[in-house]
């Protein structure tokens, strides 16, 4: 590629990063979340007044510059040298962050970087003391929300991590209390260390005992259906975070955006959506902002950004996003993000319903 990237997909060519860019087995919910952006059409409104544009939203009490959060990925090292410039840039562009536990930093660095809001994902460990340590100093020097991933009592099987023999280095969060040393016949032993690791007794009943360790407020992560979004109503967590782990846990799960409605039906406003999974463009934001979304969840283009041009990559990746939002709202007769609402978009199914 030559010159400048001028969209997210152009960064990902200057990446070139297969331990984030690769899916579980035949990779199809990885493409399937992108693709199925492509089968949701956008119409115009045309002679509104849209001079002035706001962008400008709120996620849990705390305002930021646009419905665009940094999602919790992993091990940033393996792009760039220093984790903490992914919190820089969120801070300068006025949105939240939330910190992997398997950070290449400690929890602590990231949290001195810079002043700005951010949460911290947790996975439940075996140990549970060992968990509740992370929680604790999570809350102790900041955080302001946990979100649990739950969608992963076992690692799905990425098959280029087998082919590179992707072994997990040392988490800084953790390396102290957590042992690393687990083998596998495979190749990589992402998979061997979680399961030695991750406990997969946890279940919904155990929601109670993570809520009376914090007293700051829990987003589930890792949602798809109705059913366990009911379920996460019920045990009292503060939002849901709709994903399939960017397609690399079970292959052949539903992409987000289709079952995206199905999730805020199910919640009836009782708490927020946001969303996760495929989103390369600002019509994705805007398309998943008009089905329900309070915002959505960046992951694989943050790292993009990192990989090519360090912090001014990811400042690049959330402005690009913002920008193309922006324009999205304007072309579609939409003075703020509150004003994007169910009738500004129309999936496949309601196409082929216009056709009978």
């Known amino acids: 590629m030559v010159g400048e990237p001028v969209n997210l997909n152009e ?12 899916g579980a087995e035949d990779q199809y919910t990885l493409e399937e979340n992108m693709e199925a952006f492509r089968r949701i059409m956008i119409p115009p409104r045309i002679l509104v007044d849209v001079s002035r544009i706001d962008l400008s939203t709120n996620v849990l009490g705390y305002n930021i510059s646009a419905p665009i959060l940094i999602a919790p990925t992993a091990l940033h090292k393996l792009a760039h040298p220093e984790e903490v410039v992914t919190a820089r840039a969120a801070a300068a562009c006025k949105t939240i962050m939330a910190l992997s536990f398997t950070s290449s930093c400690t929890l602590e660095e ?13 996975y439940v460990y075996k140990r549970r003391d060992l968990s509740a340590l992370l929680v604790q100093r999570a809350e102790r020097n ?10 992963s009592p076992r690692v799905g099987r990425k098959e280029a991590d087998i082919k590179n023999k992707m072994t997990l280095p040392k988490l800084k969060n953790t390396e102290r209390f957590l042992s690393l040393e687990a083998s ?3 190749g990589s032993n992402l998979a061997a260390v979680a399961k030695e ?14 809520s009376t360790i914090t007293n700051m407020p829990i987003l589930i ?3 798809l259906t109705r ?12 939002g849901i975070v709709v994903s399939n782990h960017g397609g690399r846990q079970l292959d052949y799960a539903p992409t987000t955006i289709t079952v995206l409605e199905e999730v805020v039906q199910a919640v009836g406003g009782r708490i927020p959506v946001f ?29 993009y950004g990192l990989a090519a041009k360090g912090e001014y990559g990811v400042r690049q990746v959330i402005q690009m996003l913002k920008d193309e939002l922006e324009l999205t709202m304007a072309l579609s007769g939409c003075h703020s993000v509150k004003d994007i609402t169910r009738r500004h978009v129309r999936t496949e199914r309601e196409r082929l319903h216009s056709m009978l």
């Open 11 to 22: 960064f990902q060519e200057l990446a070139r990063r297969d331990f984030y860019a690769g």
């Open 110 to 122: 990231v949290a001195s970087s810079c002043n700005a809001v951010r949460f911290f994902q947790i």
């Open 142 to 151: 900041g955080y302001k929300a946990l979100v649990l991933t739950a969608d």
């Open 184 to 186: 596998s016949d495979n």
């Open 197 to 210: 690791t991750k406990d997969a007794s946890f279940c919904w009943k155990d929601i109670e005992w993570l």
């Open 221 to 223: 992560k890792g949602l």
């Open 227 to 238: 059913e366990d979004a009911i379920k996460a109503v019920k045990v009292g967590v503060a």
């Open 275 to 303: 969303f996760d999974g495929g989103v390369r463009r600002g019509t994705d934001v805007f398309k998943a902002l008009a089905l329900g979304a309070q915002a959505v969840l960046i992951g694989r283009p943050v790292i």
